[in-house]
């Protein structure tokens, strides 16, 4: 199961958060996305366990809680939708 963690510190690694999961399973990934223009974390993360009751353990355990001065968010991941915005290259130009 896939699980969103939100609100993170941005000095949070990922030995720091795979510790706050692995108390309730085992971690099979781990991802903390980084900001393509200056490479820092984005302040949330993807965590994936293998055992869908330890992951609902895990968000029932670590949603609300205190880490690193900041309350987390966690809860399970949603499939990502293809509506991200940007530039839409199928208008044309009339002149």
């Known amino acids: 199961m896939k699980i969103y963690v939100g609100n993170l ?3 949070s690694t990922n030995d720091e958060i795979a510790a706050e999961f692995g108390t309730f399973g085992k971690v099979d990934s781990l991802a903390i996305p980084t ?3 200056n ?3 984005r302040g949330f993360a993807f965590v994936e366990m293998a055992e869908k009751s330890e992951a609902e353990a895990a968000i029932a355990g670590l949603n609300g809680k205190t880490l690193k001065g900041r309350t987390i968010v966690v809860n399970e991941a949603r499939p ?3 509506n991200r915005g ?3 290259n199928t208008r044309q130009r009339r002149y």
Do not use: A, H, L
């Open 35 to 37: 900001d393509n223009m």
């Open 9 to 11: 510190s941005f000095d």
């Open 80 to 82: 990502r939708t293809d």
């Open 39 to 41: 490479g820092r974390p």
């Open 86 to 88: 940007g530039y839409d």
